[in-house]
């Protein structure tokens, strides 16, 4: 998830502890079907969007909104992925991360950007996201859209379109899992596993 501490583009090799599935893949499809909607709306059609992933995951859920929105309005729109490793406001204490790549498939002037991520929490990626999409030109408007918005906002942004809203606590973390990226579609929620040795009230203090 870009709003995660891990650099994106890198899997999580850590324990990710007891979870629970709180989105099947027949879930995240009823989400995305449901966003396409609004964002057509929004906009009053479908001319002059442009969407536009941020890596990882953000990617392929544009590409399955973009999809939804054909299937809905027979207009296919174009998508691209908007990388955001420079513009990140903690990369002098990540200074090795991987650099990826911004592809878009249209200009950007003038047009409606809706940026697409899989999890909203802190913001920072979405100010990194803007930064980097304002080297590329001015859009008439910018709009978000996130399949799960997780709260724990540390700026001031919000997203327009959302396919779930999810309250967590601050030590819990929710995945998103694409079957692009990772073999399989859900949305779970885990909590840190205990330290060995510890019982579970000190790992909880």
Known sequence: MADSTSPPGTADTSDPG???VVLDAEDISRALTRMAHQILETNRGAQGL???GIPRRGVPLAERLATAIEAAEG??????A??????????RSHPTRPVGHTRMPAGVDDAVVVLVDDVLMSGRS??????????????????LAVLVDR???QLPIRADHVGKNLP???????LVRLEETDGSTEVVITKPAPESGSSPQEASL
């Open 75 to 80: 207009v296919r729109i174009p998508v691209g």
């Open 82 to 91: 908007l990388d955001i490793t420079m513009y990140r406001d903690d990369l």
């Open 18 to 20: 007891p979870q629970r």
């Open 168 to 174: 967590t606590s601050a030590d819990e973390r929710v």
């Open 126 to 143: 979405v100010r990194a996201a803007l930064d980097a999409l304002g080297d590329l030109g001015r859009p008439r408007a910018v709009r």
């Open 151 to 153: 709260g724990h906002r």
């Open 50 to 52: 442009v969407l536009a």
